[in-house]
Structures are given as C-alpha cells and as structure tokens.
C-alpha cells in the first residue's frame, strides 16, 4: 500500500488494517512487558493501540486502560479480543486523531508503543502532549524503532531516514530535570517478523521517565 498524504489518515490507516484479518501479532510489544511487568497496576493510557494486545496485557494486570487509535477497524478489533477475555470492564477505546487529541485526564502509565507513521505526524508534540497526562510518581514508556525494520516502505518522522534515538527523543521532549527522572537507552536485538513473514534482529530506542512533582 502507498501513502498518500492528501487523504485522511484515518482512511490510511483504516485501509492497512482492512487488507488483513490480523495485522500484528496480537502479543505484547516486549519492551513493555519487559518494562512493566513488576509496576503495580493503577490507570494506563495506550497512545496508538491499534488491535489492542498492548492494552488488554496491561488490563489482565489489573490496570485500567484507555487504548487510543486513529483507525475504526482496528479499535473495532480490539474491543472484540477485550470482549473475548472478558476485560470489558478494564477497557476503554477512543477513536482519536492523536495529532488533535488532548488528555482530560491523568494516569499512572502512559504508553507509546512504535507510535511511527509513513504520512507526516507530529511525534514529538504528540508525546509532550501525552507527557502531560502523567500523574505524579507516574510513568511515560515511549519505546520505538532505533532502525527502520527492512520491509518499512518508506521514512517515517518526516523525512527522517532513521528514527531518533531514545537519547535524541528524551533531549526533543526536553522533561524538566525537577519534575522528571529519565532513562534513554537502546534495547538487545530481538527477533522479529514482518507482514509477510520477512525475519529480522531488530533494536528499540527506549525512553522512561518517571515524573516526580
């Protein structure tokens, strides 16, 4: 599929999660689980959650999420697998345009999962936006690509070739050091598996900050 910026990203967006039953894998991305897994649960928020697994791992830990995603289908999917394990009650979907939506509430973790787009997406004032969201003693986990997998079709953030790593993203953001405790590092390669089936060691740049005040 080729982009075409001249349209909605909501059509883009809905038109790749259309061409397929499943898009990814329905597993939890590991740098979350890796990252989390031992935060006691409270009020999360899923910045592009897309078919959900991120969101609904976080609520079969007994936190309460919020999933955001611009795309229809996909959040028709993931509020179909909520209600299949039976986490409706933890669940809540937003279908947003991250690019306009503002946060009315705060939370103990907010997430960024792979939050890249092939059309042109302000990231980094998404994600300062999402900062704000963070309640005190609270957590932001942005984690993305420190390399563009092979099959990506094209340069994502603009017209970037690689992405910005996690020391790059935490200085953009630029937290106050009174309010923030951050850690910006690069992830061991992991296995991973493209759309069609392509294999790869792929590497995160991770970005976790705790606000403090």
């Known amino acids: 599929m080729h982009s075409d910026e001249t349209r909605p990203a909501s059509e883009f967006w809905d038109e790749l999660y259309g061409e397929r039953e499943q898009v990814w894998s329905g597993k939890p991305n590991p740098a979350l689980v890796s990252e989390i897994e031992t935060v006691a649960p409270g009020r999360a928020l899923d910045l592009g959650c897309g078919e959900g697994a991120d969101a609904l791992w976080l609520a079969q830990r007994g936190w309460t999420v ?4 611009i795309s229809g289908v996909a959040l028709e999917r993931a509020a179909r697998h909520a209600q299949e394990a039976g986490l409706e009650d933890r669940t809540v979907w937003l279908h947003r345009d991250l690019a306009e939506w503002q946060p009315d509430a705060e939370y103990d973790l907010v997430s960024a999962q792979f939050l890249h787009s092939p059309l042109e997406f302000p990231r980094e004032r998404v994600l300062l936006t999402a900062a704000r ?7 932001l986990l942005v984690v993305g690509h420190a ?7 094209h340069a994502h953030e603009g017209e970037r070739a690689q992405p910005p790593t996690a020391n790059e993203l935490a200085l953009a ?9 951050v850690e910006a590092r690069t ?3 992991r296995e991973a598996t493209g759309p069609d089936g392509q294999k790869a060691i792929l590497t995160d740049a991770i970005l976790k900050a705790r606000r403090t005040a």
């Open 66 to 69: 919020t999933g955001v995603d």
């Open 133 to 139: 969201a963070v309640a005190p003693g609270g957590l």
């Open 147 to 153: 390399d563009f997998p092979p099959w990506a079709q």
């Open 173 to 181: 953001l630029g937290l106050p050091e009174d309010q923030w405790t």
């Open 187 to 189: 992830s061991e390669g």
